[in-house]
């Protein structure tokens, strides 16, 4: 499958597509109604929440900062495991990449996704690796879901484990339907990737040739993947423990104490508001999810004020940071096909 450089006129289209569609200029609309029933809909004391923020710890909340961005570090680890379980069975597997190019790859992505909709930074993540190795976007399609798959099962893993920890020593009962949605999640992909399987037994060979070599490419991509599992794991539960740690560490900021149970099932529920792709990155859903989950503890003013903190580091600062990363990037390939074209 030929790659098109992100330079060249049909990346530049796609990429204008992604970012500037309808559908995410409807998802932004739907985001300031939240915000706007946020401002408006409740009786909140903003400058309590106003105040907590200012008195905050700055020195917690930079390493709030500095334990979020360790994600990327694990994230990039694992996937550049399934990214080479995918090609191990190949005859020339392409060159292992480093981790801190599949690190940089995933920020980018998660921009994307902060500012698009349905979640096409993940498409994105993919776009750049076939790109960049010209190898099969297909297969790396396929190996960005087997990634996926593997987020949902340690979020459900973490999230059991935090459902013990407040049953077992806290009268903070957490909502367990959130624990069933990750569950019901999970059932979902597993059936699609059975369907898979049993597709490419018995529909594949009937599809035209691109089409069948599509397909094959897609499946080994994703199915490959599951491979090391036991490591893969590891990497999944040290990448959501930062995201653990990050709110562990605001929480110290604003020095108010939270159930360790508590403080662990908000980042996971986090990741479960994240997958429904109504709005950028979860924007106005995640931010309401959180303060309601910390109001089990806390009061609401103080709810709010931890969860903007929280989104200022894992929503706002993945814009900055991974849009300086992508734009960076753009600029570098537009270069290059100046050059080339010249």
């Given at each position: 499958m030929a790659n098109q450089g992100l330079g060249g006129p049909k990346a530049g289209m796609s990429l204008r597509r992604m970012f500037f569609s309808p559908q995410t200029a409807i998802s932004f609309l739907l985001v300031v109604a939240l915000v706007l029933l946020l401002l408006f809909?409740?009786?909140?004391?903003?400058?309590?929440?106003?105040?907590?923020?200012?008195?905050?710890?700055?020195?917690?909340?930079?390493?709030?900062?500095?334990?979020?961005?360790?994600?990327?570090?694990?994230?990039?680890?694992?996937?550049?495991?399934?990214?080479?379980?995918?090609?191990?069975?190949?005859?020339?597997?392409?060159?292992?990449?480093?981790?801190?190019?599949?690190?940089?790859?995933?920020?980018?992505?998660?921009?994307?996704?902060?500012?698009?909709?349905?979640?096409?930074?993940?498409?994105?993540?993919?776009?750049?690796?076939?790109?960049?190795?010209?190898?099969?976007?297909?297969?790396?399609?396929?190996?960005?879901?087997?990634?996926?798959?593997?987020d949902i099962v340690v979020v459900i893993f973490l999230m059991s484990v935090a459902l013990v920890l407040l049953l077992a020593g806290s009268e903070v009962h957490p909502p367990v339907a959130?624990?069933?949605?990750?569950?019901?999640?999970?059932?979902?992909?597993?059936?699609?990737?059975?369907?898979?399987?049993?597709?490419?037994?018995?529909?594949?060979?009937?599809?035209?040739q691109r089409a069948a070599d599509i397909y094959h490419h897609f499946h080994s991509g994703t199915m490959g993947s599951f491979a090391r599992l036991p490591t893969v794991f590891l990497l999944g539960v040290a990448s959501w423990l930062c995201e653990f740690g990050r709110l562990f560490f605001v929480l110290q900021a604003v020095g108010t104490p939270v159930t360790l149970g508590l403080i662990l099932f908000v980042p996971m529920a986090n990741g479960v508001f994240s997958s429904i792709p109504l709005t950028p990155g979860g924007l106005g859903i995640?931010?309401?999810?959180?303060?309601?989950?910390?109001?089990?503890?806390?009061?609401?003013?103080?709810?709010?004020?931890?969860?903007?903190?929280?989104?200022?580091?894992?929503?706002?600062s993945i814009i900055v940071t991974g849009g300086a990363l992508f734009f960076a990037r753009q600029v570098s390939a537009a270069r290059r096909a100046t050059m080339e074209s010249g």
């Amino acid at each position: 499958m030929a790659n098109q450089g992100l330079g060249g006129p049909k990346a530049g289209m796609s990429l204008r597509r992604m970012f500037f569609s309808p559908q995410t200029a409807i998802s932004f609309l739907l985001v300031v109604a939240l915000v706007l029933l946020l401002l408006f809909g409740f009786d909140i004391a903003w400058g309590e929440t106003w105040h907590t923020i200012k008195e905050s710890n700055p020195w917690w909340f930079l390493v709030a900062i500095v334990v979020h961005y360790m994600t990327f570090i694990f994230r990039g680890a694992r996937w550049r495991v399934l990214l080479i379980n995918a090609t191990r069975n190949d005859e020339v597997p392409p060159l292992p990449l480093p981790v801190l190019y599949s690190g940089k790859v995933i920020l980018m992505s998660w921009f994307a996704n902060s500012v698009t909709f349905f979640r096409m930074g993940d498409a994105f993540r993919a776009f750049v690796f076939a790109n960049d190795t010209k190898t099969s976007f297909p297969r790396s399609v396929g190996t960005v879901l087997a990634d996926r798959v593997i987020d949902i099962v340690v979020v459900i893993f973490l999230m059991s484990v935090a459902l013990v920890l407040l049953l077992a020593g806290s009268e903070v009962h957490p909502p367990v339907a959130l624990l069933l949605l990750a569950g019901g999640f999970l059932l979902a992909v597993m059936a699609a990737l059975a369907a898979m399987t049993l597709g490419r037994r018995w529909i594949t060979p009937r599809l035209p040739q691109r089409a069948a070599d599509i397909y094959h490419h897609f499946h080994s991509g994703t199915m490959g993947s599951f491979a090391r599992l036991p490591t893969v794991f590891l990497l999944g539960v040290a990448s959501w423990l930062c995201e653990f740690g990050r709110l562990f560490f605001v929480l110290q900021a604003v020095g108010t104490p939270v159930t360790l149970g508590l403080i662990l099932f908000v980042p996971m529920a986090n990741g479960v508001f994240s997958s429904i792709p109504l709005t950028p990155g979860g924007l106005g859903i995640v931010e309401t999810g959180i303060s309601g989950l910390l109001q089990l503890e806390l009061s609401v003013e103080v709810a709010v004020a931890v969860a903007l903190m929280d989104r200022s580091i894992s929503y706002l600062s993945i814009i900055v940071t991974g849009g300086a990363l992508f734009f960076a990037r753009q600029v570098s390939a537009a270069r290059r096909a100046t050059m080339e074209s010249g």
